[in-house]
């Protein structure tokens, strides 16, 4: 499954169950977590629900309000060189699966827009107390959520632009002040875009492990 996940950008309109979902969750609910702590909760937005909040992210963006996502964001200044040769290589990548404007595409665009079309989406959140390590525990139960969804042939794709506008959600889905969210991964099964030519490889593993004996 490691290998079978990648970033689906563009989902048919075909839902997935809530029956599956459960099965899901229930599969990434087995992640790793400090003194088993099991800091994360799910909230699945699907229907009438993601239907407003997709609506309401159009118009904020419609109206150029600022993103206030929970989490601090990355800035370029912060990355490693390393970091930085493999965001280029990405958005190469990008171009030649999708054309010259990569990133700028139109269709690009618009499906991000659209929060990718999904028709459900899983937002991860965490005490707002929570330590930085908590953080992993939430990374690992994400990555177990996306890798039994590949073995359920479910597409997933973590992203920023699912979570940028925090209040938004929170209202949509009642979920309490004290908690904050951490990541938004979209589910669905892939269409026949060609945003889902988009494929990446990795870094040589000389270039991140160290081994001392």
Partial sequence: MIYKRRSIRSFSDEEVSDSLI????????HAPSWQNSQPWHVYVAKEGVLERIKAAYKNATKNNLPSEPDLTTPHRADRSELSLANIEHWGDSVKSAIGDEGTSDPEFQEARANLYHAPAIAFLTASNKASEFTLFDLGSFGQTLMLSAAS????TIPAYSLVKYPDILKKELLIPDNQELVVGIAMGYPDDSKLNCIKTDRTSVDNILNIRK
């Fill in 22 to 29: 459960e099965e899901i969750i229930k599969d990434a609910s």
């Fill in 152 to 155: 359920w042939g479910v597409g």
